[in-house]
């Protein structure tokens, strides 16, 4: 005998669970929805904004340094001709304009020396360290022709300077001349820039993930009064 009270509730009890609908209206789901929309995008605008500026920042920073690099690599090389120019000068006639030209252009130079190395890369700065060290050997050579020059040894200081003393310099020049024609003096910093524009490409697309998985939540909301993966 089956009691219609015991039947009932097994129907009850079998059946799928009723369906609760939301109980936000519609049109507030919609704007919910709408909002959400504006807010993402307003964010995901901002953060475009943000790392662009950044990079342009980045991308300014490397072209001044750039420019000064190459700029002092040039005063360097220009006041060692200069120099060089002294040097003969003086020990074809004695005259020691000359000698404080050298100085002043010797000041000059170890000080554009100093500014292609702050400009520089870590790799790069150690190659400017190498050509200095050169430029000084240089120095050190010709300033004993000019001492051995003044005393009394003018034959004698005119042959180093036409030998020994001037392949120092020659090797210096091209030990310059290489580096200046062969690097862009901050590649480290050209690296550091496509570093940080591969790494703001991936903040995008990770914020574009996101946001398009919010928004397909709350679209779901919006128009089913449910959130996904709930009954």
Avoid: C
């Avoid at 789901?29 to 709408?34: D, E, K, P, S, V």
């Avoid at 050190?140 to 200081?157: H, K």
């Avoid at 050209?190 to 679209?219: K, R």
Wanted: charged share 20%; glycine share 8%; no cysteine.
């Amino acid at each position: 005998m089956v009691i219609r009270g015991d039947s009932h509730l097994a129907a009850v009890a079998g059946a799928p669970p009723a369906v609760v609908p939301s109980r936000v209206a519609p049109e507030v789901r919609t704007w919910a929805a709408a909002g959400t929309s504006l807010i993402l995008l307003a964010v995901g605008v901002l953060l475009a904004a943000f790392l662009i500026t950044r990079l342009g920042a980045d991308a300014a920073e490397l072209t001044d340094r750039q420019i000064r690099y190459a700029t002092a690599l040039s005063a360097a090389a220009l006041n060692a001709k200069g120099i060089a120019n002294d040097e003969r000068g003086y020990l074809l006639s004695g005259n020691e304009e000359f000698l404080v030209e050298i100085d002043i252009r010797t000041a000059t130079a170890r000080d554009a020396f100093a500014q292609a190395a702050e400009a520089a890369g870590p790799e790069q700065r150690q190659r400017i360290l190498e050509v200095y060290e050169a430029f000084e050997l240089w120095l050190a050579a010709m300033e004993g022709d000019l001492a051995q020059f003044q005393a009394g040894d003018r034959e004698e200081a005119r042959a180093a300077s036409l030998g020994p003393t001037r392949e120092l310099r020659k090797s210096y020049e091209a030990m310059l001349s290489t580096m200046a024609l062969t690097e862009s003096g901050v590649p480290s910093a050209s690296a550091a820039v496509s570093d940080d524009a591969t790494a703001a490409i991936a903040v995008l697309i990770g914020f574009l993930i996101v946001a398009t998985a919010i928004g397909l939540l709350v679209t779901t909301w919006a128009v089913s009064g449910r959130w996904p993966g709930r009954s």
